[in-house]
T-cell receptor
């Protein structure tokens, strides 16, 4: 069974700071997902990656398959980035769906103006 | 093209009643996934459906819970005889294909079920 751990659980930053959220998992995976959830709101898929690095605007996600570790970075953070960030591991497929994910508990990010 | 639509957004049921949660996938998507987010816990996979088929229900409780995705209409997650422990946010997601080929899944806003 895959265990997905995120750190930190809570993170408070000042506007403009560089943010890093970490995610580690215990078994081999085919992909790692980063999701964003605003309080009381829906879930938005930010990234799905299986190797290397992806960038979208001020968001950067990296993954190290050998170390079973991924990071989500936010550059020039802004109060509107305040949300829960969730990583989810997609296990190696055996004919099933890639969305039978194992989720971390999330990191609550608060960016103060 | 509207996103994944879930309704109702909020649902209150008394213990013993039935809860029906609906999910309309994005246009053209035939793969639907349901997840549950219990208070203070992470999301957990419940079930994966294609049109008229349940592909993987390994995350679904064996009793009282059922899901369907008919040929026409939304996917339905049904909880019979609800108990307080069923109170949670239920999210569905849909995708065009199920493969790990870069296909993105789109999530709905969730239905927040409260059992009183």
């Amino acid at each position: 069974k895959n265990e997905v751990e995120q750190s930190p659980q809570n993170l408070t930053a000042q506007e403009g700071e560089f943010i890093t959220i970490n995610c580690s998992y215990s078994v081999g995976i085919s992909a790692l997902h980063w999701l964003q959830q605003h309080p009381g709101g829906g879930i938005v898929s930010l990234f799905m990656l299986s190797s290397g690095k992806k960038k979208h605007g001020r968001l950067i996600a990296t993954i190290n398959i050998q170390e079973k570790h991924s990071s989500l970075h936010i550059t020039a953070s802004h109060p509107r980035d305040s949300a829960v960030y969730i990583c989810a591991a997609e296990e190696v497929k055996s004919g099933g769906s890639n969305y039978k994910l194992t989720f971390g508990k999330g990191t609550l990010l608060t960016v103060n103006p | 093209n509207a996103g994944v639509m879930q309704n109702p957004r909020h649902l209150v049921r008394r213990r013993g009643q039935e809860a029906r949660l609906r999910c309309s996938p994005m246009k053209g998507h035939s793969h639907v996934y349901w997840y549950r987010q219990l208070p203070e816990e992470g999301l957990k996979f419940m079930v994966y459906l294609q049109k008229e088929n349940i592909i993987d229900e390994s995350g679904m409780p064996k009793e009282r819970f059922s899901a369907e995705f008919p040929k026409e209409g939304p996917s339905i997650l049904r909880i019979q005889q609800v108990v307080r422990g069923d109170s949670a946010a239920y999210f569905c997601a849909s995708s065009l294909t199920p493969g790990s080929d870069g296909t993105e899944a789109f999530f709905g806003q969730g239905t927040r079920l409260t059992v009183v």
